[in-house]
């Protein structure tokens, strides 16, 4: 199983390399190391690599950045302060309900999140949503199974309407839980992995153009085949107790990040 894993890994586009990883900006770094970041957030920092994420995505602090259904505000607590000064932060949930948790650390840090405004993804008629072609960059991490589940697939049109949103050479900055491309018997649909291929093709029919692809969040100790799906592994721990040692070894999943551009 780890030798799929470590395949999908190499896998890429012709032409297109796996990058690098980047510096990022102290700007960037500060906003990382911030004192104000929840205990439990930076803990998980060694899985999301915020810092490289953000800078493989080419976010700046005078950025418009719209980030997709935010939940707890993990990456919000780095990109509202970050965005404070000179940029704007959108925080786009799926209902007013959804922004609760953003909402809050507002209400706490009002400084730090006053560029912060709010949107419904995907909206609908009558709802506040980001306006079409102001952002520069969107980004989404962790949510394209989400929108595969069940049985209507509703994955082609969320990146239609992250394509709306963009400006014209706008970025899309995606993370998604890994499905090796030849791995059988794990359901896209069901397990919480999507493969690269299939997260390509949504992106690529509604007009987005694949750049680049970086291996920062690459997890080669996940085997992707556990019985509860990707919730098995760390932080959700699906099993609970069982095999939990075995699990909290393998650290949070395998995950793809890449980057698109709305051409111009």
Same mark, same amino acid.
Request: charged fraction near 20%.
């Given at each position: 199983?780890?030798?799929?894993?470590?395949?999908? /890994?190499?896998?890429?586009?012709?032409? =297109?390399?796996?990058?690098?990883?980047?510096?990022?900006?102290?700007?960037?770094?500060?906003?990382?190391?911030?004192?104000?970041?929840?205990?439990?957030?930076?803990?998980?920092?060694?899985?999301?690599?915020?810092?490289?994420?953000?800078?493989?995505?080419?976010?700046?602090?005078?950025?418009?950045?719209?980030?997709? $259904? @935010?939940?707890?505000? $993990?990456?919000?607590?780095?990109?509202?302060?970050? =965005?404070?000064?000179?940029? !704007? #932060?959108?925080?786009?949930?799926?209902? *007013?309900?959804?922004? &609760?948790?953003?909402?809050?650390?507002?209400?706490?840090?009002?400084?730090? /999140?006053?560029?912060?405004?709010?949107?419904? +993804? @995907?909206?609908?008629?009558?709802?506040?949503?980001?306006?079409?072609?102001?952002?520069?960059?969107?980004?989404? /991490?962790?949510?394209?199974?989400? $929108?595969? +589940? &069940?049985?209507? %697939?509703?994955?082609?049109?969320?990146?239609?309407?992250? +394509?709306?949103?963009?400006?014209?050479?706008?970025?899309?900055? =995606?993370?998604?839980?890994?499905?090796? *491309?030849?791995?059988?018997?794990?359901? *896209?649909?069901?397990?919480?992995?999507?493969?690269?291929?299939?997260? !390509?093709?949504?992106?690529?029919?509604?007009? +987005?153009? =694949?750049?680049?692809?970086?291996?920062?969040?690459?997890?080669?100790?996940?085997?992707?085949? #556990?019985?509860?799906?990707? $919730?098995?592994?760390?932080?959700? #721990?699906?099993?609970? %107790?069982?095999?939990?040692?075995?699990?909290?070894?393998?650290?949070?999943?395998?995950?793809?990040?890449?980057?698109?551009?709305?051409?111009?």
């Amino acid at each position: 199983m780890h030798r799929i894993a470590l395949a999908a /890994f190499s896998l890429a586009l012709p032409g =297109l390399a796996i990058a690098a990883a980047t510096s990022p900006s102290p700007a960037l770094v500060a906003a990382v190391k911030a004192p104000t970041r929840t205990p439990a957030n930076v803990a998980r920092d060694r899985y999301r690599h915020p810092a490289e994420t953000l800078s493989f995505f080419g976010v700046k602090p005078t950025d418009t950045v719209v980030e997709i $259904w @935010p939940s707890g505000g $993990w990456y919000a607590e780095i990109l509202a302060p970050y =965005l404070a000064q000179r940029g !704007v #932060y959108y925080a786009a949930a799926p209902s *007013e309900k959804g922004l &609760g948790a953003v909402q809050r650390l507002q209400a706490a840090n009002p400084a730090l /999140f006053r560029s912060m405004k709010t949107a419904i +993804f @995907p909206a609908a008629a009558g709802q506040a949503t980001v306006p079409a072609g102001t952002a520069d960059v969107v980004l989404t /991490f962790r949510n394209v199974h989400n $929108w595969r +589940f &069940g049985e209507s %697939d509703r994955t082609q049109a969320a990146f239609d309407q992250m +394509f709306a949103m963009l400006k014209p050479g706008g970025t899309l900055g =995606l993370v998604e839980h890994r499905l090796p *491309e030849t791995q059988v018997g794990v359901d *896209e649909g069901k397990s919480g992995y999507m493969k690269r291929s299939s997260v !390509v093709a949504y992106a690529t029919k509604a007009g +987005f153009r =694949l750049v680049g692809e970086s291996n920062v969040n690459a997890n080669p100790k996940d085997t992707h085949d #556990y019985p509860g799906g990707v $919730w098995t592994l760390p932080p959700s #721990y699906a099993e609970k %107790d069982k095999d939990r040692a075995r699990y909290a070894a393998i650290g949070e999943s395998d995950r793809m990040t890449l980057k698109f551009v709305r051409p111009k």
